[in-house]
């Protein structure tokens, strides 16, 4: 068994939970997942089964998320779950003002995660020392914002601010909702926080838990097939004995030039083989196995 699972993950749910639940139900050890989600947000959640795990890495990196932004509330954690820092009503803030901040959020720029994040510094998650009270320097980060629209916009003494965001991997949307009130000068957090795209999934096709538990028992769930969110990759295809020696870890020759990303391997016969890349060696271009999934006995 392998291939994805294109999962609604539900509020509440960290992603090891969601994961643990995937092994349970489907009754297999190896299961991973792509792009990480805080409990407090919901939507899409890659999840490799089997021998796919091993293509976690290779999925493409863009997400798209719908948030709301709460102003004039701070918080340790730059969302609702952390203790509040600072709250204080809003007033004289106009959508126009809105508009204007924002507009500084897109392309690329830099942004400094929230302290209550994954990431290492000095080899400890970022929340571990958080929670321990140690002060230490976050690292800045480079992200792409590729696309920001306002969807709605709610007044009162704590405006709200729908968003859509299309952005690259590694951006925080926590750290936008704590910037954003930083510019404005009202203080902001995230208040709500929904995946809709990630890894080339899409939340219009996603399934939750309780569907995912109907499926198996009713016998009809299926996996997606493990080579359908790498289409971004450029592919080939082998024949019989050129494929057969390939999976069994050889280099073989490819005619043409495939550049230097990873492959798409195929067989003759439509069978998805593995991932591969193209060396160049005195006889000429090879294509090198990087991954084997099938191995070809025809």
Not at 54 to 59: C, D, E, F, G, K
Not at 265 to 270: L, N, P, R
């Given at each position: 068994m392998q291939g994805f699972l294109n999962l609604d993950k539900p509020f509440g749910w960290t992603s090891h939970d969601c994961v643990a639940k995937t092994r349970k139900l489907l009754r297999i050890k190896r299961v991973g997942h792509a792009g990480t989600l805080d409990p407090a947000a919901t939507g899409v959640l890659p999840i490799a089964v089997g021998r796919a795990t091993?293509?976690?890495?290779?999925?493409p990196g863009n997400k798209a998320y719908k948030a709301t932004i709460r102003l004039g509330v701070s918080t340790a954690t730059d969302d609702l779950?952390?203790?509040v820092i600072s709250q204080q009503p809003v007033t004289g803030l106009t959508l126009a003002m809105v508009e204007t901040a924002l507009a500084q959020f897109t392309g690329k720029i830099e942004q400094i995660p929230p302290r209550y994040s994954a990431i290492q510094v000095q080899g400890k998650r970022?929340?571990?020392l958080a929670r321990k009270g140690e002060a230490v320097e976050v690292p800045t980060r480079i992200v792409e914002i590729l696309n920001l629209e306002i969807l709605d916009w709610r007044t009162g003494d704590f405006p709200e601010l729908d968003i859509a965001i299309a952005c690259g991997t590694?951006?925080?949307?926590?750290?936008?909702?704590?910037?954003?009130?930083?510019?404005?000068n009202t203080g902001g957090t995230l208040a709500a926080?929904?995946?809709?795209e990630s890894s080339g999934f899409h939340l219009d096709?996603?399934?939750?838990?309780?569907?995912?538990?109907a499926q198996i028992q009713a016998g009809t769930f299926q996996l997606i097939p493990p080579d359908i969110p790498l289409k971004h990759l450029s592919s080939v295809t082998l024949e019989t004995i050129p494929a057969r020696k390939w999976c069994q870890g050889q280099r073989i020759p490819m005619d043409g030039d495939t550049g230097e990303g990873i492959l798409r391997?195929?067989?003759?016969?439509?069978c998805f083989l593995g991932l591969g890349k193209q060396a160049i060696s005195a006889d000429g271009k090879l294509l090198v196995p990087v991954m084997v999934l099938e191995v070809s006995n025809k």
């Open positions: 091993r293509l976690l890495q290779y999925l779950q952390g203790e970022l929340y571990d590694g951006t925080y949307i926590r750290a936008i909702a704590r910037d954003l009130g930083v510019k404005l926080l929904q995946r809709t096709n996603s399934i939750n838990l309780t569907e995912l538990e391997v195929y067989g003759e016969d439509g």
